[in-house]
């Protein structure tokens, strides 16, 4: 028994130490929209999609919002759990652009050069049937802007282009990570665009990094190069295969109070006939 608890252990520690290397950190944003409420449930993650979420304070993040008319607004965070969250009014149809900034500051990894991490992240989100204002750019020093209309994508082709300061860049790597674990990986062309194809439905988040070789320092601490991390989170789910599986669940809930409330007037109208 002993030699097995050592075995488990040993198994225990080697996993955990083996995690953090497999999966980085990334800043990432979510939205849900509640109507009864007329908000947005908007949160800032800190962690990867597919396997965790780490803790972190809402003092580290910056939260933007460009509402449908266009006025920026900055976002105040709260804590929730391991979440920063904020709700947002839906003040009217149409695009809610949401961009978050994290605390800057330096990294040593293995390789020994010490780096400027500089993470980003954004998301749209569209209420209504109004036109979508996704392709358009916001105040990000690094960013991902899509090409494609974002209301009516579903799978297939998706295409963006990556902006430093601004401007395209090339050569940035861009991987997208799937509702079904898909791992896909490209670089920029020389115009800055980028494509991939999508072939299931459900969250994507695309990710950028770009490497700058320039030196410096913050809050006294020296760095030998930029490291700029962007996100986007992409939900292709089908609204109306969304709205069907809602609607089955709504269906197979009323079946269920049905039963009940059918066996409990059975019940009562045998007790009835027992006196």
Known sequence: ????????????????????????????????????????????????????????????????????????????LEEAGVYSRANVPIT?????????????????????????????????????NSSSHAVESV????????????????IGKFTGKILLYGSTISESTVTAYGPE????????????????????????LIKANLIEEEAGSIQGESYEVISNTSTLLVDTTDKV???EHTNLWSLLAMLVVGLLLGTSLTLIMLRKRIR
């Not at 009217?92 to 991490?117: C, M």
Request: charged share 25%.
């Open 1 to 76: 028994m002993r030699k097995y608890i050592i075995i488990l252990l040993a198994f225990s520690c080697a996993f955990f130490m083996f995690l953090p290397s497999v999966t980085a950190h990334e800043l990432y944003i979510q939205v849900e929209e509640y109507e009864n409420s007329g908000e947005l449930r908007v949160d800032v993650l800190w962690g990867h999609i597919r396997d965790y979420v780490s803790e972190a304070s809402p003092d580290e993040f910056e939260l933007y919002v460009r509402y449908p008319e266009g006025t920026v607004k900055q976002l105040n």
């Open 139 to 154: 105040d990000m020093e690094f960013e991902i802007v899509p090409d494609v209309d974002l209301t009516d994508f579903s």
């Open 92 to 128: 009217s149809d149409g695009t809610y652009t949401f961009w978050a900034n994290r605390e800057k500051g330096t990294y040593t990894p293995e390789e020994g050069t010490t780096q400027l991490s500089n993470h980003m992240a954004k998301v749209v989100h569209h209420v209504g």
């Open 241 to 243: 295969d969304q709205e």
């Open 181 to 204: 674990h898909e791992i896909l990986e490209t670089t920029t062309d020389d115009n800055g665009r980028f494509s991939f194809t999508f072939e299931s439905t459900g969250k994507w």
